[in-house]
């Protein structure tokens, strides 16, 4: 099986992604939307580093991890902080910022 | 928003052109590379957790309850992480059950569980040219990427490196990550400090 395979694989994954970030309406849906496509990008890096021999892609893969844990906490937070002042997560209904 | 009689033909359009890229991207996979179908134990464990972590992936695109999103989430980690497993990557296969299933999806979870949201049905809305344009975007972009990976990498890599077994263990990552790696590994660790800090006071309810 070549690496080819996994990296379909883990196009279809972010494309599941993307279609997801522009189809859903709930902000935490979106959310672990943008955690599928950073998984599948960690998917890349994996396969890519076992079909090289070459560890330093597992490396990247951790410190993705890491961002991603920092991006889940502080977006989590920025989701709450949006519930409480206006009552809703539709991101269609938050749009203050939109001019 | 575009007008109705400009909308309809834009979208067959742009539907259109996905479309054939796929047509395009199946026969080529079915004609050029049926050495992919070796029915051995390896490859059918790999086919079996793909198609399962495509399927979490659909059924959390798709599903309407946040929870049961966020499950078939945990679903998909779990099954990419075997897929880690068979690309003989053991460490990071362990990292993405503990930091993702286990720490990123709980904290999800209880995110949904302190939102209390009661109407669901409102934040769904009926198929629209933005749904549909969404998902012809998405196919468009695969359909795109696909072909060019796979002209890319058509008759390269077509096995596992041979030490591919030895790179993925704790001792190597570890070493690698303590000596060459050990700047980057000193930022990541003020990134965490910087999320810890921003959650806190975006969460808090109000500054004294």
């Known amino acids: 099986m070549g690496i080819n395979y996994f990296l379909i694989l883990a196009l279809l994954l972010f494309s599941i992604g993307v279609a997801g970030v522009l ?9 672990m939307c943008i955690e599928l496509m950073l998984n599948s990008v960690n998917l890349v890096f994996v396969s890519f580093s076992s079909y090289l021999g070459n560890s330093i892609g597992q490396i990247f893969v951790f410190f993705i991890m890491t961002v991603a844990a920092a991006e889940a906490a502080v977006g989590l937070a920025i989701i709450i902080a949006l519930f409480r002042n206006k009552e809703t997560i539709n991101i269609d209904e938050i749009n203050i910022l939109k001019w | 928003m575009l007008p109705n009689w400009l909308a309809r033909p834009a979208l067959a359009g742009l539907g259109l052109s996905p479309g ?22 390896e490859n059918i464990l790999i086919l079996f957790f793909s198609l399962l972590a495509v399927f979490g992936a659909l059924m959390m695109v ?22 880690y497993l068979l690309l003989r990557a053991q460490f990071i296969a362990i990292i993405q059950v503990l930091v993702y299933a286990g720490a990123i999806m709980v904290l999800f979870l209880f995110v949904i569980m302190l939102l209390n949201l009661h109407d669901e049905s409102k934040l769904s809305e009926k198929i629209t040219y933005k749904k549909l344009s969404a998902i012809l975007i998405s196919l468009l972009l695969f359909s795109v990427l696909a072909i060019t990976v796979y002209f890319s990498y058509m008759n390269k890599y077509r096995e596992i490196h041979s030490s591919a077994e030895t790179i993925g263990t704790i001792e190597v990552i570890g070493n690698e990550l303590y000596t060459t ?24 309810k109000k500054f004294d």
């Not at chain 2, 798709?62 to 998909?76: D, G």
């Not at chain 2, 990541?188 to 921003?198: D, T």
Request: net charge positive.
């Open chain 1, 23 to 31: 189809l859903r309406r709930n902000a935490i849906i979106v959310f």
């Open chain 2, 20 to 41: 054939y890229s796929f047509i395009l991207y199946l026969a080529l996979i079915f004609n050029h590379n049926l050495n992919f179908l070796q029915f051995t134990f």
């Open chain 2, 62 to 83: 798709t599903r309407k309850n946040p929870i049961t999103s966020a499950l078939y989430l945990i679903l998909n980690f779990f099954c990419v992480s075997a897929i």
């Open chain 2, 181 to 204: 790696f050990s700047f980057p590994f000193e930022l990541v660790s003020f990134v965490l400090l910087a999320a810890i800090v921003g959650a806190i006071v975006l969460a808090k």
